[in-house]
């Protein structure tokens, strides 16, 4: 239910589930869960892992929209609350 909704929030048209901006929000969405849970469960190294994925995959995908969407790039990282990337601000 929650990423239907993520979805249909960042989506450009009615059948899009595929675009950068649709695929940053819910891998966010997921970055703060398993941050929720690593809260809770410090030595979880397994979620660490996947957690670090899952912010570089982000970074990646911020990095493309940035280059091809710039203006889509700042509206998104104002929605989601993501401070902008180092390599991305000069």
């Known amino acids: 239910m929650l990423k239907k909704k993520i979805i249909k929030t960042h989506a ?3 059948n899009d ?3 950068t ?7 966010s ?3 703060a869960q398993l941050t929720k849970h690593l809260n809770n469960h410090k030595n979880d190294y ?3 892992r996947g957690l670090k994925k899952l912010l570089g995959q ?4 911020l990095k ?5 969407d710039p203006l889509g790039y700042n509206n998104l990282i104002i929605q989601l609350g993501i401070r902008p990337g180092k390599s991305l601000v000069n």
């Open 12 to 14: 450009n048209h009615t």
């Open 58 to 61: 982000r970074k990646r995908l």
């Open 46 to 48: 397994s979620s660490q």
């Open 29 to 31: 969405s997921r970055v």
């Open 21 to 27: 901006q649709v695929q940053v929000s819910l891998l």
């Open 17 to 19: 589930t595929g675009s």
């Open 64 to 68: 493309y929209l940035f280059v091809k």
